[in-house]
Structure formats: C-alpha cells, structure tokens
C-alpha cells in the first residue's frame, strides 16, 4: 500500500518491527525457550522434524508453535489485505536441496540468521565467526545474481494450492492440541517430546503461539528478512531491510540486560560450540542457500503464509535437511561440529554452487 497507508513497510516501521521481534524473542526466552533460542527458525524446524520422529536425537524434539504461528499470521495479514496470491513453479526441486542445504549449514552452525543475531545480543562470541559466514555467504549469492542467476518465473495457481500449506500448519497445530506431552513420557500419540536438552525447553503454547501469529503478520507486512537486508546493502546499497535487523539485535541486547541474560564470552554459551571454522563455515553454506533460494527461512514461511509454493517447497526442504544432519552426523553441539559435519558442509556448499551455476539466464528465450 502507498501513502503511508502500510506504517510497518515504511523506514520506521520496518525498525519498529525489527525491535518488537527482538523484545519477544528475549522474552520467549524469559518464559522457557532455550538460551540465546528464543527464536530460532533452523533450530525450530529441526525440533518439529524431531516430534514427527524424522529424527531420533532425544534433546531436540519438540512441536514449536512458533513456527505455525508464522505461517498462519502471515496467511492472515495476506488475506486481510489482499496478498494473498497463489503461485509457484520456480524450479521447486532446485529450491527443496536449497533449503535441505541451509538446514544442514545452520546446523554446523547451530541457527539461523535471526539466531546469529540474537546468540550475539545474548552475549555469545562464536555468533560473531557466524555472522561473518552469514554475510560471505550472500556476498557469495551477489555474485551469481550479477551473472544472471534466475530460478525462472512463478505462475499463478489456484486459491485450493495456495491453501496447502496453511493447511498443513493448522494440522500440525491440531497435532500438538490433540497429543500434548505427557509428564517423563517420551511420546504422547504420534509425536515424540524431549525430557531434557534444548528440545525440553520451551514457553507455553498460548504465549508461543500468540507471539508466532503477532510475528507473522507485521513480518508478512514489512517484508521482514535478514538475508534480503546484507543482500539489498550489497547490490543496491538500501539500508531498509538491514536498519530492522540490527533493531532486532538492540531491542534483543537490551531485553537480556534488564533481564539477567547477558553473558558475554565464548565457552560455555547455551547451544553453541567454539569451532570458529565451521561457526564459519556453516552460516556461509547457509547463506548462499538463502540467497539464492530467496529469503532467510523466517521470510520463506511467510511467504509460504500468502500462497507462495515455491517457499512452502524450501521450509520442506529444511525439515528434512534437519532429519538428514541428525540422522547422518552432521549436526553440531556444545562438543563441537558431528562426525561429518566437514562433509555435509563440502557436499551442501557443492550443491548451492551447481544449482547457481546450472541457473545463470544471462538472456531470455
């Protein structure tokens, strides 16, 4: 909308939702939420693929609400403002190894972009190697965006498709409803619940949720991503996107301070190993796959929440990457980076750099 009409799209908007997001991610974690993971999109999915039972590491299974509350915020605000536009078709196998190649270098990591942000609002040194992987990584994507990257055109589908994953979310939503944990019991149902670790940490339901839908409709508004924001100030030099990122990361810095959750230094952060390498390494292969899926894997489930099925595509994709790096060792944790993390970093990053190398359009047919 023009003239003002849409405040959150609008330079103050976008700093004002950047800094909402981080008083809430601080506060999620004031009310459970692990350690520096008040939100985590990567670390999220991977917990949700774990209760599906995709995986079977017991600390990291949990259904996050968070995640529903994304994508059904964001249906909501598309549809109330007349977004909501059905569409898909852009290479969607290319984008499903896209997002199974960013899970598992967030992985290596331990979280996403928002992540990286709020672990260095928290006070954790090691997010600061993953930023820098973060930023070489879309730097990276610039470089095939120049030579005439394109995963082609999207076209328009019927409102039953664009339905779809809203669908799925509102299922898994009656999932968690239908099967809650159980106290000491593993598995309620069909879905499997951490006892300790990360994946037994968590806020209630009506809070989790409640601060998911709040998120996905001003984020599905601004056009929140932190990838887009180092990729705008990278080609175009636009300030916009990056400007709601760092308010995330003060608003975040200065929750944890008045609550008592700022602890800097590098040993013994909550998630998180101190391989400056691979914290390196890691966000690089995951930010070139978000580059040239896109969007971050927040802003890919808000599109996924207006009718997008080439991003719906991507967050499937990153669910299973989460089964297949810890099915496979390639996960990290507080002991370092698994038993083939190295090669599912080297097997992912030769994946993003085929599928940018097989995508350069430099004319149109």
């Given amino acids: 909308m023009e003239g003002g009409k849409n405040f959150v799209a609008t330079s103050k908007g976008i700093v004002a939702v950047g800094a909402v997001i981080g008083l809430l991610a601080a506060l999620l974690q004031k009310f459970g939420n692990p350690g520096n993971m008040g939100i985590c999109v990567a670390c999220f999915e991977r917990d949700i693929a774990g209760a599906l039972g995709l995986h079977r590491a017991d600390l990291v299974q949990y259904f996050r609400p968070e995640i529903f509350g994304f994508v059904l915020g964001s249906f909501m605000a598309s549809s109330l403002f007349g977004e909501f536009k059905p569409r898909g078709g852009s290479a969607p196998l290319a984008r499903f190894m896209l997002g199974l190649c960013a899970m598992i270098g967030a992985l290596v990591f331990l979280g996403c972009p928002w992540r990286v942000l709020l672990r260095l609002a928290g006070g954790d040194g090691n997010a600061l190697f993953g930023l820098a992987g973060l930023i070489a990584g879309v730097f990276a994507g610039t470089l095939f965006f120049r030579a005439g990257y394109n995963l082609g055109r999207t076209t328009k589908q019927t409102y039953g498709l664009g339905l779809l994953m809203p669908l799925i979310i509102v299922g898994f939503l009656a999932l968690r409803i239908v099967f809650p944990q159980i106290p000491g019991e593993p598995k309620s149902g069909v879905l499997f619940y951490s006892l300790k670790g990360p994946g037994a940490q968590y806020a209630p339901l009506a809070i989790s949720l409640g601060v998911g839908l709040f998120v996905g409709i001003i984020a599905q508004r601004s056009r929140f991503c932190t990838m887009g924001a180092f990729r705008d100030l990278i080609l ?91 099915n496979f060792g390639l996960a990290s944790s507080p002991a370092g980076i698994g038993p083939h993390g190295a090669a599912g970093v080297l097997v992912t990053l030769a994946i993003c750099i085929y599928v940018g190398f097989t995508n350069l359009r430099m004319t149109e047919n």
Wanted: proline share 3%; net charge negative; aromatic share 14%.
């Fill in 236 to 326: 175009f030099r636009h300030w916009h996107l990056l400007s709601g990122a760092l308010a995330l990361f003060a608003a975040a810095w200065v929750t944890n301070i008045l609550l008592g959750q700022f602890h800097p230094g590098f040993v013994g952060e909550p998630v998180a190993h101190t391989s400056e390498f691979w914290n390196f390494s890691g966000m690089f292969v995951a930010g070139l796959a978000f580059a040239l899926a896109g969007g971050c894997p927040g802003r890919q489930l808000f599109l996924s929440g207006e009718g997008d099925g080439d991003a719906a595509v991507f967050v499937l994709g990153m669910i299973t990457g989460a089964a297949v790096a810890h």
